[in-house]
């Protein structure tokens, strides 16, 4: 089997194959454009008759649970990353299966870190073939010179939900690490030494997977409560030491911003927020886990306090800034779909405002609407925007392959998406004539604020109105490229391969970018 | 003489910068190796930049090993010209091109309200240092440059005050204690610097030497216009002898650096500055006494921005102008609170209002009420206007809501 064939080139102009891994999936046709049919997918009926009757589905190990799963050739093994840098348990079923002998799996993680590089080995010895999910740092860089067998798949945290839905991403094995469960398999995330809030990035592979095991550290009395999981959709318990590391599950990224030139650009994009309308007295925002998304948080909290208003409600990745907002009652709700830190576990555990959340009631684009539509203001990052505002977030500039889209394509549909972003990184202009890869299309992407000026949107004309006589140094993103290109120097192009080495899928499923491998110099 | 040098940095946390290592040879022409994180956006634009600047100066065997971390153009040039002329004794400069933008002067009187210390020899701090709007960048010769780092820090300066753009900042540069920050001056004066800190200035005598190699080197370069100097009294030899400085030609403004003048009184500096009370007085004093401005020290603990709000507004009630900063987070809190307040600003509109309603009714005196005004405090009425407006602290048709809110209240 090919890694792909067909090629043909998309409503955006891009480059794509149409068989990917042997499947057939749809060309981007344009947002909204693309309209499924058909029925959902469905996993085999069960019965109860296969189970044992006092509800305990403890087996010995996971080398036993993965063999009574059938864990052979070919198979579709998928696990959630609400463990992030700290996951123990996904580099073991590889090295299980490695052992057993199986070969060509593909591996569906909602994402990947670092801590996931030893797989690098798998993927060179046939045990891996392909994964679908993200392929972030090492394994990104092995995936950008050609080390995958076959043609990586990346989607969105809605875009996941959505191809497990719609069978496009048919799991065979759902390995769900969970760090409180009990024998029958209901399973939380919110206590535990390896306590991670919540378990909704599992949510479809529990419901859709033909086999689903829950791996836990810390196996409590039925009934665990509460079951964020629920049991009854759960083949098999696995009970071992240490499903991850706590101190890795908490990363990172959580802490506001100490740079001035970040907490600066935090400032202009709160500052905008307020002049076009968006901050008053019932709205709803979204903040990623960057320490400038984090400031903004902060920003809008301050002008909240101030004016003696409250947000109706923030959608989460929740961190201890978002939980004090939320204990100071300025705003009502968190709608959490990951906690960042111990404060969004706690908050999560002990304030029923604080809620857990699903790629399927947030993001799901094969849904009857979702969450990430109705926020009204969402702050976003890119590796790289272009003149026609379209954006990157899974490739840099020279190619190479190292981050995963998250939810950042599902929040394009929020009411304004504003991308905060530096003009340069160490000299890496980051407005360009043309993106290294697509992952958003410029129609959903309304303004970018960068340090040296914000760039609206030609079709936001609304916006363009409400920020005239701003003192806010407002350009066009024209004006922004020759700037960032008067300081760093006009960018030479990568020279990359013809050949493809990874396909981008848009919120529904069809192809809007793929990824060509690097030539390494 | 050493045929091998190293210069500029690299290493953990080190970002827009290069490190180089320079071996001038006797044959097998120029062999440049490049480690670069930007290699692939700007590997060939690196290597014909080292290139031609190896051939500006007629090396024709060499080899060069940049590891290089996003630098500028402006910055890979001055690294490396200063490795070439280390090793050459060479006195050739190579000269990034002058950004138009960076071409202007500054008055006597602009408002110092801040002014925001870079080191001289680090460039990831210069590069987005103008769009936090201090009213002045200082480019760090002295103590923000390491000993043996003094020497290639200068090219680096040199080339920012050519390449960097200042967003409007006035361009300063603090030289070393004269007589060592002399030669400093030849790197810095003819690249349009507004002005020069003088460190640890205990005398007028060394004013003059500073003026003395100032105006030579304008001469020398035919540069016209106004270089200003800022000295920094931070001894009690200093502090007794501010007036002479004060009064001394081009000088614009005093700086108190307490620091230094508490480690000489033998004693500690604390927050509330009893301890340099009278130094502070002292040169409040001598600035006034000479018509120029008095800038306070800088503030060190930058993350509590409280403590540095009553520090200012301390320093304002003692007749200080300004402050140095030493991070950009303390800008805005030394803006906002030097700032004229809101009655300030309201007695400075009156007094505008009359002066041009006077004009305009052809009037020779202007008076507010029953009371006369002098012409010069018109003049620091309509600054403060013009500073209200540029912060943003009074909107730009202010007048005509004076005039609406008078006739509101005549009704």
């Known amino acids: 089997m090919s890694k792909y064939d067909k090629i043909t080139v998309n409503t955006l102009g891009r480059a794509v194959p149409q068989i990917i891994n042997g499947r057939e999936s749809v060309p981007f046709l344009g947002v909204g454009k693309y309209k499924p049919t058909g029925r959902k997918y469905a996993p085999p009926i069960s019965t109860c008759a296969d189970y044992p009757a006092d509800g305990n589905k403890v087996v ?157 550290d810390n196996l409590v009395p039925f009934p665990c409560i509460p079951w964020q999981i629920h049991g009854n959709y759960v083949d098999y318990v696995v009970v071992m030491d240490k499903i991850g590391i706590p101190e890795k599950i908490i990363s990172g990224t959580t802490e506001i911003t100490k740079s001035p030139d970040r907490l600066l650009l935090a400032e202009m994009t709160a500052q905008f927020c307020d002049e076009a309308g968006i901050v008053r007295d019932g709205f709803s925002f979204q903040a990623g886990a960057g320490g400038t998304a984090l400031s903004i948080g902060i920003y809008f909290a301050e002008m909240l306090r101030k004016r003696g208003m409250k947000a109706r409600f923030a959608r989460g990745g929740s961190n201890k800034y978002l939980v004090s907002m939320l204990e100071e009652g300025l705003v009502d709700y968190i709608l959490d779909g990951q906690t960042f830190d111990l404060e969004g576990v706690r908050s999560m555990r002990e304030n029923s405002n604080h809620v857990n959340t699903s790629p399927f009631t947030s993001y799901n684009y094969h849904g009857k609407g979702n969450f990430a539509s109705m926020v009204d203001v969402v702050i976003l990052g890119a590796t790289e925007v272009d003149v026609n505002f379209n954006a990157n977030v899974v490739t840099h500039s020279d190619g190479y392959l190292l981050h995963g889209i998250g939810g950042w394509m599902n929040c394009l549909f929020s009411k304004c998406v504003i991308l905060p972003i530096p003009l340069f990184r160490d000299r890496m202009p980051v407005i360009r004539d043309e993106v290294t890869t697509i992952c958003g299309p410029g129609e959903l992407i309304d303004v970018i604020v960068t340090e040296r000026g914000i760039a609206i949107n030609p079709l936001r004309t609304d916006l363009i109105d409400k920020l005239k006589g701003s003192s806010l140094p407002v350009k066009t993103i024209h004006q922004l490229k020759d700037e960032a290109e008067r300081i760093c120097g006009k960018p030479a192009l990568p020279e990359l391969s013809d050949e493809f080495i990874a396909a981008i899928k848009w919120v529904d499923g069809t192809v809007i970018d793929a990824v060509r491998k690097v030539i390494k110099s | 003489m050493a045929t091998r040098v190293t210069t500029g940095n690299k290493g953990k946390g080190v970002r827009s910068d290069c490190a180089l290592t320079l071996e001038i040879t006797s044959e097998g022409g120029i062999n440049i190796e490049l480690i670069s994180k930007v290699k692939v956006l700007y590997g060939e634009s690196i290597r014909k930049l080292c290139s031609e600047i190896l051939a500006f100066y007629g090396i024709e065997h060499a080899s060069l090993t940049v590891e290089d971390s996003g630098a500028l153009d402006f910055v890979i040039s001055a690294r490396l010209e200063a490795a070439i002329r280390q090793l050459t004794g060479d006195k050739k400069e190579y000269l990034p091109a002058i950004l138009p933008q960076n071409t202007y002067q500054t008055t006597r009187d602009r408002y110092r309200f801040s002014r925001l210390y870079l080191p001289g020899n680090t460039p990831s701090l210069m590069i987005n240092a103008g769009i936090h709007k201090p009213n002045g960048i200082i480019l760090d010769l002295e103590d923000a440059v390491a000993v043996t780092k003094k020497p290639e820090a200068r090219f680096l300066v040199r080339n920012a005050l050519r390449a960097l753009d200042f967003y409007g900042a006035e361009r300063m540069v603090r030289i070393n204690q004269v007589p060592a920050g002399l030669e400093d001056l030849d790197y810095i004066i003819p690249h349009n610097v507004n002005l020069i800190l003088v460190p640890k200035c205990e005398s007028a005598e060394q ?203 005549n009704q």
Request: proline share 2%; net charge negative.
């Open chain 1, 60 to 216: 010995a190990s996971l080398r036993e649970a993965l063999i009574r799963c059938g864990l052979k050739d070919g198979m579709t093994i998928s696990t959630h990353h609400h463990f992030r840098n700290g996951d123990l348990v996904a580099n073991q079923i590889f090295d299980i299966a490695a052992e057993i002998g199986a070969k060509e799996l593909t591996w569906a993680p909602s994402a990947s870190f670092e801590c996931h590089s030893p797989l690098i080995k798998y993927l060179d010895n046939g045990t891996i073939h392909h994964i679908e999910g993200s392929m972030n740092g090492a394994l990104g860089r092995h995936t950008s010179v050609g080390g995958m067998q076959g043609m990586g798949i990346l989607r969105s945290h809605g875009g996941r939900y959505q191809a497990i839905q719609d069978g496009d991403l048919h799991v065979d094995i759902a390995v769900i690490a969970a760090p409180t469960a009990d024998f029958f398999g209901n399973a939380t995330g919110d206590r535990g030494a390896a306590a991670c809030g919540l378990l909704g990035f599992a949510m479809a592979d529990s419901q859709y997977a033909d086999k689903v095991i829950v791996v836990t």
């Open chain 2, 207 to 409: 004013i003059s030497r500073v003026n003395l190699r100032i105006a030579e080197l304008k001469a020398q370069h035919n540069i016209p216009g106004n270089v200003w100097l800022m000295p920094i009294i931070e001894s009690a030899m200093g502090v007794l002898k501010a007036l002479e400085i004060a009064q001394s030609e081009n000088v614009v403004a005093l700086a108190i650096g307490l620091e230094d003048y508490t480690a000489d009184l033998g004693t500690r500096r604390t927050n509330e500055g009893t301890e340099s009370f009278f130094a502070r007085s002292m040169v409040v004093n001598a600035c006034k006494a000479a018509g120029i401005q008095a800038i306070d020290s800088v503030f060190s603990d930058v993350a509590d921005t409280e403590a540095l709000k009553e520090n200012v507004l301390r320093s304002k009630a003692l007749g200080f102008d300004g402050m140095g900063c030493i991070h950009p987070r303390q800008i805005r809190v030394i803006h906002d609170n030097f700032a004229p307040d809101d009655a300030e600003i309201e007695k400075a509109g009156k007094i505008v209002h009359a002066f041009i309603e006077a004009g305009e009714k052809g009037l020779g005196v202007v008076s507010l009420g029953t009371k006369m005004i002098d012409p010069p405090v018109v003049k620091r009425a309509q600054r403060t206007i013009d500073l209200a407006v540029s912060m943003g602290k009074l909107s730009t048709d202010w007048r005509n809501k004076l005039i609406e809110s008078q006739n509101a209240s």
